[in-house]
């Protein structure tokens, strides 16, 4: 965009220098005088009662300061949506990995020593691991039969159904008329698709350091995502006021990737710290990370569309069991908005969704980017080649011709604003048109190629605040409480604080975020919301600390403030710019120093403090059919923040003999609205392709009787950089749909880039080899045996 | 990791009575990428560690013309795959070393501990086999010499005591018209450890085609690294061809004993024996035609 200097730039990442030279800190650098380390011992079962616990032997080890257990934490539970957890089991465990005791000792080894020393005896319970037996009417087993007497959060308000005991929601949708659709429609085709549990892999596992005041406060240091969400479940656990629970953002956070939205150590960490009144650090080691850390939602989706024979879509019906595990914890969040990855690409007059979030006794999911949508454009974008395929077309030309354009109305009822997804598709399409013809490579290996769409919201409502400060040097300083988790948002939301006062990031600085002192921001750095909602936010907060400059300016050189503006630290007016003073003269010291010597006060307020609030509000919306009513819609209501768009195309080479997929190529354009850093917005894209073609290809948290078996990165297996294609067959495009309500017209971008790859990679191997694998992940067996069946042997 | 005593002794004979006075309590540390990823998981707790890696004198690569290569056990596999002098007379060797792990690990992981830890993965194991490598093995009472064909009993299972240490593994001068390839196959590709390992040696005779001596070992699908005898002898003295190499790669994977693993089910696994034994003789073959 024209007339910008520092929004739109590559500008190098304020973090890179403190990372490259190991100086960043995170929390697992911080130590507090006196600190205590904790330790937690887990339940080896899936579902059973605890009949003992003795402690004695492991109270008495010397460096042992306390051992809690189910006795001694609130009778309260706990949870985002559902109250359903205890800090520690009390006298059920529900998975391998629930946390039944923990220790404070002097140092890590000492408490896992303990640990060992603690002698739990069980009694064992039947459990329940599949999704689909766990959603049936009558399932064998009930992971929680307290369920309907459980407290319920109010966000997302929740729909049990009776009949289900299993089921704390479901989400419903309904749009048109499906049963008419699918009589007009000339095919019909179904399928079955799955996803698989896979975890975050942050660098950081998750940690904290809890410190119980002797006012019955709380002060709290976190490796997190969300300062003031945290604050919010700790208020509700310990009946707190939000004044009495303070989050302090440990400086970086080494990744999150949607997982350290939930209270993994915090609440234990509390516990300990209460006992023994001394801090108390804990955390995860990566074994546990894995089996209590929470991982992605595994789906199991049957989707059912009608299509035109020229491929006009005509009805759309999705049933949908989202696998939770034994704790809610995001699960009903999940479900409510995994629809939208169904909402927000392809005109649809007649749809219908049911999604269901189900307990079994496998370990806990949590949040992961792309929260759902992922899953559902697993099965859309896949579903929309085997569409293409049984009525000849081409697949992109059937994409095509169903995608929602700017003012349609989607199948919420909302009116589509800021969608750059064609764009996308044509950019990804013409460069994929580029590559080799044949599919024959020599031996056993076959080429193909293939596409997928993908989108992500962001969730609303968000409330972001953000305050700037005028320092008497010159310098900006912005507080607000996004989450410095690696994706580089303090870059940005300098660039946006530094474009505003005409000045470089360098005069910029940002502040680490703590709920006592920098303001509020609802949900933290997750949905993507950051630089929309915090952008705009201090866009706001700057231009009122502008405003009380020229008010003090305008004084000074005689002219009127709506004259004046201000550039490289100096104000000046517009039509006269030699009159002009600089920001560093509207200071002075109190005892007044003589001029030109930076001072600290200013008059009349003493300091320059602008201050902006954004809200992002959601249209209401019908509980029972996800519809917005149309007078809202017209009014510009929306579902979400805005939606950001990808498409993602990819070439493979498959081995018939192996199975074995290797990703050669990826050509990947999304719509950001306006790239604020598209350097930036590249390495999202590039992150999110290397997460996404390892959650297609490998990922996979393993469970045998719900017991995690490969908790560890020699048998989990994440994508390497020997996996990624060569760096010159990684093809970006920036596309700009701007928003009307973005900084600058941009939109977030981190979820998105993960959405499209999984389908396009399955796409791309259908068309060398002609096997459609509809589980994740696509292993080299799970392919070898697709090829065997297809041949008959 | 539980508690235990450290030594750090600087010769063979300290090492060696050490190990004699604490025999099993004891555990020998090289590079310690096995070692201490078992001790961290508890699966191994030993009350005394004794670290070799100061004993420089066991850190060597010595080429003899009758006795063939000498790898002292503290050899890295970095060195196993870096150096000149082995890349020219065992490629063979220098070739497996590039496919073990990542660089870090190689810089670390040690010739003696992946052959001593004796994992059915370790990837030294099968092409050393097939080269008909010897293992010595000492103790204060003096030493022996193993072959490595009889020195793995099970999976971590091998004749070594308590109270020895493997100091050097011996490779003979191989014939000439002598290649040999190694096939590992994984799950993901890359730094990983293998799911199917195959190691073919093959020997052309100098005037004919056909094959005067064929070594074929597996690698992680059998409890220990294992020659495939019966595939060996269908090949040995005939002219070579794609059907007899198939077969013989057929009778291989009916040798091999996979087991399903997270890894991969014995079924699959079974059929990427065939395919890596096949591409492996081929290949093996078809460097002989170049082989001194
Ligand atoms: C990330 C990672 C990747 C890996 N990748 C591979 C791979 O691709 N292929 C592969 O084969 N392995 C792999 N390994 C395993 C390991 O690195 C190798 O087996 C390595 O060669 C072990 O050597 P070390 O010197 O580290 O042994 P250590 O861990 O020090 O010792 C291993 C065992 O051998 C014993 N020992 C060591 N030396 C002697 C000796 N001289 N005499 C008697 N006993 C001895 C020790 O007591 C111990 O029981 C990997 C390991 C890691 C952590």
Redesign the interface.
Known sequence: MAGHSVVGKSIIRLDALDKVTGKAKYCEDLKLPGMLYGKVLRSPYPHAHITSIDTSRAENISGVRAVITGRDVPEKRYGPSVFDQHTLARRVVRYVGDPVAAVAADSVEVAERALGLLKVEYEKLPAIFDIEEAWEKNPPVIVHRDLPKYELGKFPPLRLVPDRPNVCHLRMLRHGDVERGFKEADLIVENKFTTTRIQHCPFEPHGSIAQAESDGSLTIWAGRQSIFLARQYLCKLFDLLPSQVRVIASHYIGGGFGSKVTLYTEPIGVMLSMKTGRPVKLTFSREEMFSSGGTRIPFVIRIRDGVKKDGTLVARDMEMLLGMGAYAGSGPLITRNCIYGAVATYRIPNAKIDAYAVYTNEPPVTSFRGFGSSQVLWAIESQMDVIAEELGLDAVELRRKNLLEEGDTNITGEIVHSIGIRECLDKVAESLEGSPKSKMEGGPWRRGKGLALGNKYSMAPTAAVAIVKVKGDGTIEVHESADEIGQGCHTVLAQIAAEEFGVSVDEVKMVWGDTAFTPYFSRGSTSQRTTFNVGNAIRLACQDAKRQIFEIAAEKVHAQIQDMDIKDGAIYVRSDPSQRISVTELFTSERALSPGEFGDYVEPSAEILGKGVWVTRPAPSDPETAQIPENVARMGGRLAGFFGYGVQGVEVLVNIETGEVKVEKVVAASDVGYPLNPKMCEQQIEGGVAMGIGSALWEEVALDKGKVVNPNFGNYKIVTSINMPKIENVKVFLVSAPHKEGPYGAKGTGETQMTPTAPAVANAIYNAVGVRIKDLPITRERVFRVLREKAGG | ???FEYFEPETVEITLSLLRKYSDTAKVCAGGTDLVVRMRKRALNPQFLICIAGIRELDYLGFEDERGLRIGCLTTIRTIERSPELKERYPMLSEVATRFGSIAIRNVATIGGNLCNALPSADMAPMLIALSAKAKLVSIDGERIVPLQDFFTGPGKTVLRADELLVEVQVPTPPPHTSGVYQK?T???????AVVGVAAVVTRGSRNESCTDVRIVLGTVVPAPMRAEKAEAILKGKIVDDEIVEKASDIAADESRPRDS????AD?RR??VR?LTRDALRQAFERTQSAR
């Open positions: 990791m539980g508690p196959y799950t993901r590709g890359g730094e990983e450890l997270i890894r991969g089910s699959y059929e990427m395919v």
